[in-house]
């Protein structure tokens, strides 16, 4: 079996601001959002006017381990919420996002599986980590660490990947924590594509109607008919 990748694993490591010239920009999206537009990749998506979005540095990720240096990549959330909230999701008073575009280095596409586009990180008892295939938790349905809420498979116009939305235990004392993404991959590119949202349970609830907004809102012109 090829190897898991998990590229957001760690996430939650130290974020540093981007001083590359990858663009972002926003224009209007309706009178309560605006877009966030990546040019050269020809993807964008609308988040709520009140949400702020700052351009980070992919290779703060672990994601430099199979991408190519200067991954773009974006911070949203509302207004306050800095990128070094994403160190500590249960403490997040409102949804944190991330958008990530890269390319996979050559060695690394060629054992990049669907399961690593759907793989759901955890740490076990051990303190290991570990992972999940969310096919296995809904055949089982029966998981005390994760539960999943949706899963759809995407396949079109050279892209293949997941929409999976999954709720996850943080520990007993603790709330846990819902995971919204679609990871895909064009494969005659070789470009990876995240887009997530994590929020705590009630706070998802607060905030269903903006999280669907965005997810909706995602285009990728290689998607597009």
Request: aromatic share 12%; proline share 6%.
């Amino acid at each position: 079996m090829a190897a898991v990748r998990t590229p957001t694993a760690n996430l939650f490591r130290a974020v540093a601001f981007a001083t590359a010239a990858a663009l972002i920009a926003t224009a209007c999206g309706g009178s309560g959002s605006h877009y966030v537009v990546n040019k050269p990749a020809e993807t964008y998506f609308k988040v709520p006017k009140n949400w702020e979005v700052t351009q980070i540095a992919g290779d703060a990720f672990t994601t430099r381990e199979f991408l190519i240096h200067n991954a773009w990549s974006v911070f949203f959330a509302p207004e306050g919420l800095q990128p070094d909230a994403l160190a500590d999701l249960v403490k997040s008073p409102a949804p944190l996002g991330l958008a990530l575009i890269g390319q996979i280095e050559q060695g690394e596409y060629d054992s990049f599986d669907d399961l690593s586009l759907r793989a759901i990180p955890y740490v076990d008892d051990t303190g290991a980590p570990s992972y999940l295939d969310p096919i296995d938790v809904l055949n089982r349905q029966d998981d005390d660490v994760v539960r999943i809420y949706g899963l759809t498979t995407i396949a079109k116009d050279g892209l293949r990947g997941y929409r999976l939305r999954y709720q996850i235990s943080t520990g007993p004392d603790t709330p846990p924590i819902i995971y919204d993404q679609t990871k895909m991959i064009h494969d005659a590119t070789h470009t990876f594509y995240l887009f997530r949202v994590t929020c705590q349970v009630q706070c998802f609830s607060d905030y269903s109607h903006d999280i669907d907004t965005i997810f909706n809102s995602l285009r990728v012109r290689r998607d597009q008919p």
